[in-house]
């Protein structure tokens, strides 16, 4: 009986420990470094599923049911962004571009890639009110307006690789988008390196095109954290991949809505949205040929002088 009445205590004490254990558990996975998550909001080139998750308040209402608050930041810059992720102002990068990640690496800050935001090599462009620019040999010597270390940069030098040509053969002159358009229009530029919207406009206007990226360039966006956020909060980083997720659902299933919500955003018509959707691949899987564009990026980087240590693209990748 005694023997019987001990085993029973026994099994009383496992279950209760059992019980203390999974608490403990269930409380660290529900812990979290910060009350508040704060991410990018970039809407431009054409950042359909940026869009739709600020109408819908998708991460406010997914990181409000997990007692957290919720704040948008429109950094745009790569930079900006970059550095403002290593400081812990930002815990996630919603659309960046792979060479600002890149370069983030290689000055040796700790950032990794969640997973895939978008390619459109179509987007990016290059654009002359010259019909007569139609090679890399008519660039020679042209002055080319557009943002140095970035999709476009490199889409430019990857035309000039064509005819065993480089940025030094050209006038290159480093401005964001919109200042490129104006160059471009001003006549202080021959060619203006656009994307989005812009590139739109500038081909609307009737400006000549000289090239996209189709077969130059990948034009890869990724989403971003740091390692250290994510091994302390890793529901945050999950929660965000499910709302990627069902975002990139609800787009493919109410594409009208989502262009709509769009156009409006980024002043375009609706036509302009339906008509540049298509450039666009949004997606969240990351495949092996992503990664080797990515690592011809990080190459193209290394070689151009814009960083000083070659990357291994294939730690860029967040260990989860």
Do not use: W
């Amino acid at each position: 009986m005694k023997k019987i009445i001990a085993l029973a205590l026994s099994v009383v004490m496992i279950l209760a420990l059992a019980g203390c254990g999974s608490s403990e558990t269930d409380e660290a996975q529900n812990s979290f470094t910060v009350d508040k998550v704060t991410m990018t909001y970039v809407k431009a080139p054409l950042n359909v599923p940026s869009i739709v998750e600020k109408a819908q308040k998708s991460f406010e209402n997914a990181f409000g049911e997990l007692g957290l608050g919720f704040n948008y930041s429109e950094l745009t810059s790569g930079a900006d962004q970059t550095a403002a992720l290593a400081s812990g102002d930002i815990q996630i990068l919603n659309a960046v571009g792979g060479t600002s990640v890149i370069l983030s690496a290689a000055n040796g800050a700790d950032i990794k890639i969640i997973s895939m935001y978008s390619t459109s090599p179509k987007a990016f462009a290059i654009y002359s009110k010259d019909s007569e620019i139609n090679s890399p040999e008519d660039l020679k010597g042209k002055t080319v307006a557009g943002p140095k270390g970035t999709i476009l940069h490199e889409l430019l030098s990857a035309y000039l690789a064509t005819a065993d040509m480089t940025a030094d053969d050209v006038n290159f002159v480093s401005m964001d988008i919109p200042s490129a358009l104006s160059a471009l229009e001003s006549g202080s530029a021959d060619c203006a390196l656009l994307a989005g919207a812009a590139a739109y406009n500038c081909a609307a206007s009737g400006a000549h095109l000289i090239t996209d990226g189709e077969g130059l360039v990948d034009a890869a966006i990724f989403t971003a954290t740091t390692q250290k956020f994510y091994d302390s909060n890793r529901k945050i980083i999950d929660t965000f991949l499910r709302v990627q997720s069902e975002t990139l659902d609800y787009i493919s299933e109410n594409t009208d809505e989502a262009l709509k919500l769009t156009a409006e955003e980024n002043g375009l018509n609706t036509a302009a949205a339906k008509e540049m959707y298509p450039l666009y691949d949004f997606r969240s899987e990351i495949t092996g040929e992503d990664l080797a564009s990515l690592q011809q990026t990080a190459d193209f980087m290394l070689n151009s002088g814009l960083i000083e240590n070659a990357v291994d693209v294939s730690t860029l990748i967040l260990n989860r």
